[in-house]
């Protein structure tokens, strides 16, 4: 059986693509729109850079495409003038192409003399140490090369963060100046910083024309995880139920699915297992996330190097403790760890920055959950526990694997309006965002669960609630929401007495147009599947599968 190959294995991000595709086509009619690509690290940005290019060969615009993490001007103005170079030569069919950067000019100077004056100019400017006059030349090349081949430049700089470490000044002012007047130049521009990128296409390139669409590139959703490890599993037998468990437990990231999918492959070979069962995985799991030496054990590890650095060490390693307990206030995390809100937030706030956590309303989480579940049972205990039995602190994990195993196939049994308003029970008057909508969810002090009748013969799962600021009416339903569905429990609302002050459609299918075009209207909310799985990362409960 072969192990994932992750090159030749891409997998979703459609829409993305998509967009990313109609950019570069956009630009050959004279519509040019730049874009960010914004995310984690390791969430599939580069990945889905290099298929946009390889999909895209074929179409006559050239890309140039430069890894700008941790390299400095020299490796700048090289790559991008042999990309330029070199790729123009490939489009044109020419034999013998060279990497070299003397014999790329010497075989493109007859069809290319302008460019490849530039790039002479570059090199020698380069040798000087003029390093702020290499830099405005290069950015003036691809307007030159595109009026000297009629070609449109699609110009991608990955980590575009790391342009600040080249000492240049207002390195980002000169850019935005030549991305205004280039109109055959599309800039694509990632980061692995979101924040960080935010504030430089905020208060650095934001421009009059040429502004930049940023994209958000998250984990992947339940069914778009269970799609991926359905993928690379493609031929191993595995259940559904242990399925969903390796979606929600990854937290929907691309890597570690392919990470312990491929441990997955490779422990059914060794024990010559036809179907993954529930001690593979948790083997697996095991293998990658408790072990010093695993992949996964290791990325986390760096990571909290990284930010563990400094006089405040102590307190951050301490902070990302408390808040992977599932202290999620500033008032639980001083209670926790006996320190003033004063010496907390800054720490928070950095963290915040480093995009490790997230602040919804006035919770914080740990975004990565994974990261969170090591740092709760494998670091945290590493640093309390003196482990004077051999292999104990490996049992104890192995034992929490497997009832996490367990305690995620209780809850999915679960119907779904007990896990509602299992929920329900949690709220404690807190606001928070979920798909970019604002709700308030009261503290309730009196949930029933009851049976809503809908037209002749029709229940629909529902639940009362009252709060301080009146009563709740959640109407759940897994199959899509219909028109006619959406008249029935309008009509039951109009009976109630007293009505509800608020009322609730969780639909894990979604509303048809009409019917959450009315809904809206009638000033109902609605919670689909990712709504409501929002709330349960925010209360620290597994997902709702279908």
Do not use: T
């Given at each position: 059986m072969n192990l994932i190959d992750f090159d030749h294995n891409f997998y979703g991000r459609r829409g993305v693509l998509d967009v990313l595709k109609k950019r570069v086509l956009g630009l050959k009619e004279g519509y040019r729109q730049n874009v960010a690509l914004l995310g984690n690290r390791y969430i599939g940005k580069t990945a889905l850079l290099q298929r946009l290019m390889s999909q895209m060969e074929e179409q006559d615009v050239l890309f140039i495409y430069l890894d700008l993490e941790n390299r400095d001007f020299d490796y700048f103005a090289v790559q991008f003038t042999k990309s330029l170079l070199y790729n123009y030569l490939k489009k044109e069919n020419l034999p013998s192409l060279q990497e070299d950067l003397k014999l790329l000019c010497a075989e493109a100077k007859v069809r290319l003399p302008r460019t490849v004056f530039m790039v002479q100019a570059i090199e020698g400017l380069r040798a000087q140490g003029k390093i702020l006059e290499a830099y405005h030349m290069i950015l003036s090349l691809p307007e030159i090369f595109s009026q000297e081949t009629a070609k449109s430049v699609v110009l991608i700089f990955d980590e575009f963060g790391h342009l600040e470490n080249f000492n240049i000044p207002e390195v980002f002012a000169e850019l935005g100046k030549r991305i205004m007047t280039q109109k055959n130049c599309l800039y694509i521009a990632s980061s692995s910083s979101p924040q960080q990128a935010q504030t430089i296409l905020s208060e650095k390139l934001s421009l009059l024309f040429g502004n930049f669409e940023v994209i958000a590139l998250e984990p992947f959703n339940f069914s778009e995880a269970q799609g991926l490890i359905e993928h690379n599993l493609e031929g191993v037998k595995i259940g559904l139920h242990l399925r969903n468990f390796i979606a929600d437990f990854t937290g929907g990231h691309p890597l570690y699915i392919n990470l312990l999918c491929q441990e997955l492959i490779c422990l059914s070979g060794v024990y010559a297992q036809q179907e993954i069962y529930a001690p593979i995985i948790t083997q697996a799991v095991e293998n990658v996330i408790f072990n010093p030496w695993g992949v996964i054990s290791r990325h986390f590890e760096e990571l909290i190097k990284a930010l563990a650095s400094g006089k405040c060490a102590g307190t951050t390693v301490a902070l990302l403790g408390a808040l992977a307990e599932g202290k999620h206030k500033i008032s639980d995390l001083s209670d926790s760890l006996r320190l003033k809100t004063p010496q907390i937030c800054p720490r928070i706030n950095a963290l915040q920055d480093s995009n490790i956590v997230e602040r919804n309303g006035n919770y914080y989480h740990i975004k990565d959950k994974l990261l969170g579940f090591w740092i709760k049972y494998v670091h945290q205990r590493r640093l309390r526990v003196i482990d004077l039995e051999v292999g104990r602190s490996r049992k104890q994990f192995k034992e929490e694997i497997s009832r996490a195993l367990n305690d995620f196939g209780l809850v999915a049994r679960k119907d779904l309006s007990l896990r509602i308003a299992d929920l329900m029970h949690k709220f404690d008057n807190e606001s928070f965002v979920l798909c970019g909508r604002r709700y308030k969810l009261s503290?309730?002090?009196?949930?029933?669960?009851?049976?809503?009748?809908?037209?002749?013969?029709?229940?629909?799962?529902?639940?009362?609630?009252?709060?301080?600021?009146?009563?709740?009416?959640?109407?759940?339903?897994?199959?899509?929401?219909?028109?006619?569905?959406?008249?029935?429990?309008?009509?039951?609302?109009?009976?109630?007495?007293?009505?509800?002050?608020?009322?609730?459609?969780?639909?894990?299918?979604?509303?048809?147009?009409?019917?959450?075009?009315?809904?809206?209207?009638?000033?109902?909310?609605?919670?689909?599947?990712?709504?409501?799985?929002?709330?349960?990362?925010?209360?620290?409960?597994?997902?709702?599968v279908r």
């Open positions: 503290a309730f002090r009196d949930i029933k669960i009851l049976k809503l009748r809908i037209g002749a013969g029709n229940y629909f799962d529902a639940i009362s609630a009252q709060g301080q600021e009146g009563g709740w009416l959640v109407v759940l339903k897994k199959d899509p929401v219909h028109d006619g569905d959406l008249n029935g429990i309008l009509e039951e609302i109009k009976k109630l007495d007293p009505r509800p002050a608020r009322s609730v459609i969780v639909s894990l299918s979604g509303l048809d147009e009409n019917a959450k075009l009315r809904a809206l209207q009638e000033k109902l909310w609605i919670w689909d599947e990712d709504q409501l799985n929002c709330l349960m990362h925010l209360f620290d409960e597994p997902i709702i």
